[in-house]
């Protein structure tokens, strides 16, 4: 499981960053989009997967018995869910807006526009 997991995260990773190469800011969304998902996937395997256990150590016991599952890291991907979705909303806005003034989607066009003016 471990094993398929970091290869997906590899995938992830060199899809994101290839995307965030290319001259298009649609194609940088999706890049940021797929950095984002992948950091979640790390971190969540950080945390030592443990298939079907809680990750709530019973309050009576006073050393741990059997393999748990750690609950930081599902804390922390949630907080990061919800920061990239604001982060990936607010670039979207910002890339339609930037379409509707200056009818393009290409970064070397939209360097060019004021000269033209």
């Keep these: 499981m471990e094993l398929i997991l970091a290869l997906l995260i590899g995938v992830l990773y060199a899809s994101g960053i290839y995307m965030m190469l290319r001259r298009s ?5 999706v ?6 998902n992948a950091v979640n996937l790390l971190i969540f395997l950080l945390g030592r997967i443990t298939k079907g256990e809680p990750p709530i150590i019973p ?4 050393v741990f018995l059997q393999a748990y599952t750690d609950p930081l890291p599902q804390a922390l991907i949630l907080t990061a869910i919800v920061i990239s ?23 070397d ?8 003016s």
């Design 109 to 116: 066009e939209m360097n060019t526009t004021d000269a033209e």
């Design 31 to 36: 890049g940021i989009i797929l950095l984002g």
């Design 85 to 107: 979705f604001g982060l990936q909303s607010f670039a979207i806005v910002l890339v339609k807006r930037a379409h509707k003034m200056v009818k393009a989607d290409d970064l």
């Design 25 to 29: 800011l649609v194609k940088l969304i």
């Design 59 to 62: 309050g009576d016991s006073d």
